[in-house]
Structures are given as C-alpha cells and as structure tokens.
C-alpha cells in the first residue's frame, strides 16, 4: 500500500513539475504597433515655392495627442513658434483651425502629404498680420 501512495505521489510531483515548466514558457510577444508619427519626426529643409525661401522646421511628437505633432518654425513663423497638426497615414492637417500662433500669425488651412519617408508636399494659408497668403512648399528631411 505504501509503494502504491509513494508512485501516486510521485507522478502527482511530476505532473506539477511539468505543470511548472510548461506555464514558465515565453509567451510570443505581439510587437508594439509603429507609431504613424515617426516618419514625420526629425528636422526639415523648407523650399516654399512662392518666396523662394528656404528655412528649417523641427517636427516633434505632441505629448498632448496620441496622433499629433509640433511643427516649428512652420511658414518660417520663428524659432519656438510652435503650429499643432494631426498626422494620418501619410498625411498630416493643421489642427486646431484656424491656428493662432504664439507670434500672432493665424494659419487658416494647411495639409501636406509624404512621399516616401525623406520628401512631404504642403499647400497652406496664413495671415502674418498684414498680409494673408497662399503658399506651396516642399519639405525634404535632414
């Protein structure tokens, strides 16, 4: 009887031992999703076609929106000027509009669009205070 409860035992210890090993696996973990932002992130050199101008913007993440970012220096508006925008996809809009800005220029419509990851289009308007303009500028990453 004692042989009997001590093979009883034992396989009941095996089968927890296994129990062990099998529930200590790794389980595959699911990759977190990419962030539709990164690609806009980073520095850009600005060609607005209209004035000629060329200019840099610095393209953050908005810490306040799980899909918007900060452009700075957007319309060559000065440095910590900051214009909010939403991205989705590969396209980005102005967001909230019409945008005052901290140095009061109002910017009343603005979108652009990627081409492939170094390359954006962008058609806006804005009010500087004197003038309202229309604008076509193409933003190249650094």
Known sequence: ??????????????SLLQFGFYSCQDEPIDPEPTDPRSNFIGVWSVNEKWTKLTYEVNITTDP???SG??????????????????VSGDN??????????????IIESGSGALSGTTKMDWNYVFDDEANTYTAMAV???K
Do not use: C
């Open 64 to 66: 306040n929106s799980s």
């Open 139 to 141: 933003f190249t990453k």
């Open 92 to 105: 980005v809009e102005i967001n909230p509009l019409p945008q005052t800005l901290s140095n009061g220029w």
């Open 1 to 14: 009887m004692k042989k009997k409860a001590d093979i009883l035992l034992s396989l009941f210890l095996l």
């Open 69 to 86: 970012i900060l452009i700075e220096n957007f319309a060559a508006s000065g440095s910590g000027v900051k214009t909010h925008a939403l």
